[in-house]
């Protein structure tokens, strides 16, 4: 964490208590939601370029046709060099299926011509060995820096691919995390990514971002979250903020 060199050594220490006690609390959630969701094993392919591919096909999209998409891209095409030389018309074709194909086709292709190198007989392990050289914060910045490569889809590229310990923040993890309190209400989805990697440890990313996935998709929903049902209730500040309301509203 950088602090600003006018803040004084009062405001260091409550911002390393601040740190703490949310690190304190990430791992209570991680021990309640082991309870509730079996942990996973890091699902690590070490193919950086197709994940990166694949989470581009992701936006906006369901896991249905992100796995259409990229099936049918593979099917297409022997590999990436392929896809780098095809025409554009053809490669929207192939992963129309996908959703917003005329979009993703050229933002595919522009982001293969900066990662893959021309005649690279394996661009995944060329990939993987120059991300492995960087630390995350290097490699989520120099992902980033691509046109339609944002946070989300560097963390993923970088979780997945690589197995750098970052924590990619979709809808779900951005929900759950505001609504327990890891991060401010009015903290972005992108801000979330460095504020999430400053209290996760290491270790945990992968364990962190699947439990929240879960959890936010079958538990803490966006339109009606079961609060009465959730593990997490005991640690979260939207249960305790609701409970308050309903107390107040019984005794007005």
Known sequence: MQYNHRMTEQQKLNSAADANSLRSLVAEILLLLDQEWQPSEWNLSKQPVDELVGTILSQNTSDTNTHRAFTSLKSAYPDWQSVIQANT????????????????APR???????V???????????????????????????????????????????????GQPVVPVDTHVHRVARRIGLIGPRVSAERAHEDLLDIVPDEDSYRFHMHLIHHGRRTCKSRVPSC????????CDYQRFEAATELSAKQS
Do not use: H, Y
């Open 108 to 114: 595919i292709q522009a982001v293969l011509r900066e």
């Open 116 to 162: 893959v190198d021309e005649g690279d007989s394996d661009p995944n392990a060329t990939l993987l060995a120059r991300l492995e050289r960087m630390s995350p914060s290097e490699a989520m910045n120099w992902l980033s820096s691509f046109n339609g490569i944002g946070p989300k889809t560097a963390a993923c590229v970088l979780l997945f691919g690589v």
């Open 228 to 235: 009465d049902t959730c593990v997490l209730s005991s640690v």
């Open 89 to 104: 018309e053809d490669v929207i074709e192939t992963i129309r299926s996908g959703g917003l194909a005329n979009q993703k």
